[in-house]
Structure formats: C-alpha cells, structure tokens
C-alpha cells in the first residue's frame, strides 16, 4: 500500500524515472500549484523546459498568465513550445519575459538552472518561481557528480557517499543557486521519492535581495 502525502517542510512520495509516473503525480501538482499560488496566476509567466506531454500544463500551468514549453519531442496539442534542446533555447532567448521556470528533468536540473541564474535578472523584492526535479541519486551512489552540480554546490574533485548525503548537496546547490541569483529563498516545499531512483522534487519561490 502506497502511503499518502504529508505536508509540512516536505512531502512523501514514490518516484520513478519515467515522464510523469503516475505515483509522481500528487506531488507534482501540489507543488507546481503552491509556486503559482504563490506568485499569482494573473501574474505567472510560465517557461517549461521539460514540457513532455503537457500533464502539468494541464494540472497547473494552463491556469497561468502565460505558458512557453520546451522538449526535444514535438506534441500536437495547442500549447506554445519551442520543439529543442533546452538549453540552446535558454541561451536564446529572452528569460525576463518569465517569473516561473520549472525544470524537471529526469536527471540533473542543474545545468538549466545554471543557464537561468546567469541570464535572468532578479530585482530587489522581486519574487520569481522555480520547480526542481533533482535525479542525480544513483550516480551519486558511485561518486558520479554531474558537472554542473559540482559547479553549483561548490564540489571539487570526486568525493564518495554523495547519495548519503543527497540532501546536504541539495541544500549546497539552491545556496549557490540563490547566491548566482542574488536571491533568498522565502518558500519552500520538498517531495522525496522511497524508490531507488532517490528523486528529490522542490517548489521555491526566489526573492531578490536588497540593494
């Protein structure tokens, strides 16, 4: 029996490595829907970079403000998307037209938002959103970092135990995330995955640092 989802700082859940495994689901949307709760959908400008085959859009992101998705595979359904690498569309184009950035991939994030913190600006005050899948669990479980988290949290060299301490990591890459950024985090909600693909998913919402 699958155990139901708890709130508080965090949030059980199952998670496989799959596009949008229906046990990922709840947690998923709950917290695709507290980022944009949070931001205002009346003021959400949503910019999908693992846009798969638009079940979030559905759940969540169709109530925004505005909707651009991303994915290297072209969906016929009415949703505004770029059909390529993300991140030659985050190098691309403007990331001002946009406060809320999901990125949920299957394996790092970190590259993509490494993209994000060098070319969007966050004003004093000002309150942007972001969703994170973070899958590097089973590499970690070798001493395998990816590159762009050993360049975010601040990792040199191979270091062993990292799927140990996955949340520690974690915790380093959103500071270096946040200090890239200029920002503080003022929310947060976390899901972690029980299965062995050691998935962490988390919904902030950034705000920009004082002169």
Known sequence: MKKAATWGDSLASEALKTNNHAATMPAKIELRRRVLEAIGADNARVFDAFAGDGKMFDAVWSKAARYVGCDLEWYRDAREAFVADNRRVLRSIDLTAFNVFDLDAWGAPWEQAIIVAARRPVKPGERIGMVLTEGSGLKLR???YPLSLRAIAGIRGRAAG?????????AR??????????????KRWQAKGKTGAAMIYAGLVLEGDPL
């Open 162 to 170: 990292g799927s140990r301490s996955q949340d520690e990591l974690m």
């Open 142 to 144: 070798v001493g395998d």
């Open 173 to 186: 890459a959103l500071a270096g995330l946040c200090r890239r950024m200029r920002c503080t985090i003022a």
